[in-house]
Each structure stands twice: as structure tokens, then as C-alpha cells.
């Protein structure tokens, strides 16, 4: 079993749509999840945090957590083209304190 | 810009070279990373460093040989690669060990 599970994709979603990535972890210890957005041919960018379960929201985006079902999601408003990118889902399981990657989601917003 | 530069951005060698990636972080952290991306491949962790000590060696083999000579550089030496070497090297760092991490841009190795 994979550590931290994404869809590959490509999530195709109209422009304005809202766009919604998921991710699975197998560690029930882990403490901290992340979102990277990279483009093509770039590094991984950080767009967010989230550390207890619930929702975080910053702009359009929200990060949902929920540690029970151990599943975190990010959920995109108002896609824009400029959202086409791959998404990266990074979790902290703690006791190895280091992040362990997803294979990421790639998003296409179609116009 | 993230604050963590790489250089060289692209590099072309081979197999019996020597060549050396750089990476500095301008953000006062103390941990910093090495990860190899591969197409279709998840972020592979190569090393760590938490205050200039390596942490972590994620059973990388010894043509690839890190070193943090203070808490603001990194830097990966290699050196006899091999074709499937070839990725795009990215270098992180973070405040502290295992917390929110911030890439710089990378660098393209094509190993011929």
C-alpha cells in the first residue's frame, strides 16, 4: 500500500467550476499535510498548511482535513487556466518527521 | 522566488564525470533536503540535514555524495552516473526538521 495516495488525473474542470483533489494516507500517526502546486518543468510550490482536522481556507483555496478517514482534500473556487498544474500532496507523519509525496494530480481548467 | 536558489538550472554530463549541484537558502532555516523527481515517480528524499548534521540517507548509492558545510549551503556531488540518473534534482529547506518545506527551482541533469 502507498504511503500517500493521489489520482493521477488529469481532473479536467470549466473555468469558474470548482475543482477537487483528493489524497489518502496510510499513517494514522501523521500531524501535518500539505498542498505543492508545480507546474510543468518547475519546482513544487507550497499553497497550503493544515495541521488539525476541519477546513482551511486562504483565497480560493481550502484545505479539508479529516484524520479519522484519513483523507485530506483541497478544493479549488473559481478555477482559473492559470490553476493547470499538478498538485502535490505532502504529509508529516511525525514520528519519521519528514514529508512523503503523493504522485501528485494533474488539474486541467478548460476555458 | 522562495528564498532557495540551485545552480546549475540544467546539466548535461557524462557518465565518467565530476560535477557538482549547489543550493543556498536565504531564509535562516535550519534543515535543508535533497529529493529526485523522475516522470511518473513520486518525490524520492535523497538526504537531510538538520543543523549542518545529515539525518536521513534514504539508501542513495555512492556516486551521489552530499555536503552541508553550514546551515545556509548545500551541495550534491557526483560523480560515474548512470543514464537513468538522469532527473530533475530539487533542493528544500525548512525552518525545522519535517516542518512546511520550500523547493528551489531545480536542477535538469540529463546523464549521457
Known amino acids: 500500500q502507498k504511503e500517500v495516495e493521489q489520482n493521477s488525473g488529469p481532473l479536467s474542470v470549466p473555468e469558474g467550476a470548482i475543482a477537487s483533489l483528493n489524497c489518502t494516507y496510510s499513517d494514522r500517526g501523521s500531524q501535518s499535510f500539505f498542498w505543492y502546486r508545480q507546474y510543468s518543468g518547475k519546482s513544487p510550490e507550497l499553497i497550503m498548511s493544515?495541521?488539525?482536522?476541519g477546513d482551511k481556507e486562504d483565497g480560493r483555496f481550502t484545505a479539508q482535513l479529516n484524520k479519522a478517514s484519513q483523507y485530506v482534500s483541497l478544493l479549488i473556487r473559481d478555477s482559473q487556466p492559470s490553476d493547470s498544474a499538478t498538485y502535490l500532496c505532502?504529509?508529516?507523519?511525525?514520528?519519521?518527521?519528514?514529508?512523503?509525496f503523493g504522485t501528485g494530480t494533474r488539474l486541467q481548467v478548460t476555458l | 522566488e522562495t528564498g532557495v536558489t540551485q545552480t546549475p538550472r540544467h546539466l548535461v554530463m557524462g557518465m565518467t564525470n565530476k560535477k557538482s549541484l549547489k543550493c543556498e537558502q536565504h531564509l535562516g532555516h535550519n534543515a535543508m533536503y535533497w529529493y529526485k523527481q523522475s516522470a511518473k515517480k513520486p518525490l524520492e528524499l535523497m538526504f537531510v540535514?538538520?543543523?549542518?548534521?545529515?539525518?536521513e540517507n534514504n539508501s542513495v548509492p555512492s556516486r551521489f555524495s552530499p555536503e552541508c558545510p553550514n546551515s545556509s549551503h548545500l551541495f550534491l556531488h557526483l560523480h560515474t552516473l548512470q543514464p537513468e540518473d538522469s532527473a530533475l534534482y530539487l533542493c528544500?529547506?525548512?525552518?525545522?526538521?519535517?516542518?512546511?518545506?520550500?523547493f528551489g527551482p531545480g536542477t535538469r541533469l540529463t546523464v549521457l
Open positions: 505532502a504529509v508529516n507523519t511525525g514520528t519519521a518527521s519528514k514529508l512523503t
Open positions: 493544515i495541521y488539525s482536522n
Open positions: 540535514y538538520s543543523l549542518e548534521e545529515r539525518v
Open positions: 528544500a529547506s525548512s525552518q525545522e526538521f519535517g516542518n512546511e518545506q520550500f
